[in-house]
């Protein structure tokens, strides 16, 4: 199901508790090391992905080459892809029997949300967690 309004995407963000960051950078001025590091500030397991940095640590987190590399159960994939590079991504989320996948700002990608729909996952696109959650927070949408 994409996931529109305030409460279900703030329901989602209250049950996730590990969320795998696809493609993580290390470099601080990067939208994806800026989320990464508010996501970990708010309590959730990040796990970064990105094979040109695996093995390494971005904000402190180790990071993996894949999405399959990743040795928990992961609730949510954060996609920082461009739109057209999603349906891969979304791919792997599905194999690895992940829960949801959230699209970034300007992320979309129509065949992405329905093959995850399809699969029974929940998906969010074209919104960010670090916009979101402090809103929520700030609305009592979230603790």
């Given at each position: 199901?994409?996931?529109?309004?305030?409460?279900?995407?703030?329901?989602?963000?209250?049950?996730t508790?590990?969320?795998?960051?696809?493609?993580?950078?290390?470099?601080?001025?990067?939208?994806?090391?800026?989320?990464?590091?508010?996501?970990?500030?708010?309590?959730?397991?990040?796990?970064?992905?990105?094979?040109?940095?695996?093995?390494?640590?971005?904000a402190?987190?180790?990071v993996?080459?894949?999405?399959?590399?990743?040795?928990?159960?992961?609730?949510?994939?954060?996609?920082?892809?461009?739109?057209?590079?999603v349906?891969?991504?979304?791919?792997?989320?599905?194999?690895?029997?992940?829960?949801?996948?959230?699209?970034?700002?300007?992320?979309?990608?129509?065949?992405?949300?329905a093959?995850?729909?399809?699969?029974?996952?929940?998906?969010?696109?074209?919104?960010?967690?670090?916009?979101?959650?402090?809103?929520?927070?700030?609305?009592?949408?979230?603790?």
């Amino acid at each position: 199901m994409v996931l529109h309004s305030d409460n279900d995407i703030s329901t989602l963000l209250s049950s996730t508790q590990t969320v795998a960051l696809e493609i993580a950078s290390a470099k601080m001025h990067r939208d994806s090391f800026r989320v990464l590091s508010f996501l970990v500030n708010c309590g959730y397991r990040l796990y970064p992905v990105n094979p040109a940095c695996a093995g390494e640590r971005i904000a402190g987190q180790l990071v993996y080459a894949s999405l399959e590399d990743i040795p928990v159960k992961v609730d949510l994939v954060d996609i920082f892809r461009r739109s057209d590079a999603v349906l891969p991504v979304v791919e792997r989320a599905i194999a690895i029997g992940a829960d949801a996948i959230w699209m970034q700002l300007g992320v979309m990608n129509s065949a992405a949300a329905a093959l995850a729909q399809s699969a029974g996952l929940k998906v969010v696109m074209d919104r960010c967690p670090a916009i979101d959650i402090p809103r929520f927070k700030a609305q009592g949408l979230m603790p």
